[in-house]
Nanobody, 119 residues
């Protein structure tokens, strides 16, 4: 199973970006999907999660600004980021718990995508 993230870039404060992360491979079911981020010199932190049923949870720092969603038909999770702040600058990683066709469940990480918020 592989996760491929995309959509990062440079944006001015107050701007928006949409991250995508597509899962591929020997997938039976994708369970919880999530976005994490890691800023320079800081630990990786959870940004948002979404269950297979669509229930979501957010870090306090992004509530009201970020929206996580998923397209189960495309095995893809999205992170819509609005009203971006310089402190949102980080490498963003997607993470998914996947049950493969051998009925084994594991967490997988995608390669990060850089988000830089700067004027």
């Amino acid at each position: 199973v592989q996760l491929q993230a995309s959509g990062g870039g440079l944006v001015q404060p107050g701007g928006s970006l949409r991250l995508s992360c597509a899962a591929s491979g020997s997938i039976y079911r994708i369970n919880t999907m999530a976005w994490y981020r890691q800023a320079p010199g800081k630990q990786r932190e959870l940004v948002a999660t979404i269950t297979s049923g669509g229930s979501t949870n957010y870090a306090d720092s992004v509530k009201g600004r970020f929206t996580i969603s998923r397209d189960n038909a495309k095995n893809t999770v999205y992170l819509q980021m609005n009203s971006l702040k310089p402190e949102d600058t980080a490498v963003y990683y997607c993470n998914s718990h996947v049950t493969d066709r051998k009925m084994e469940g594991m967490y997988y990480w995608g390669k990060g995508t850089q988000v830089t918020v700067s004027s």
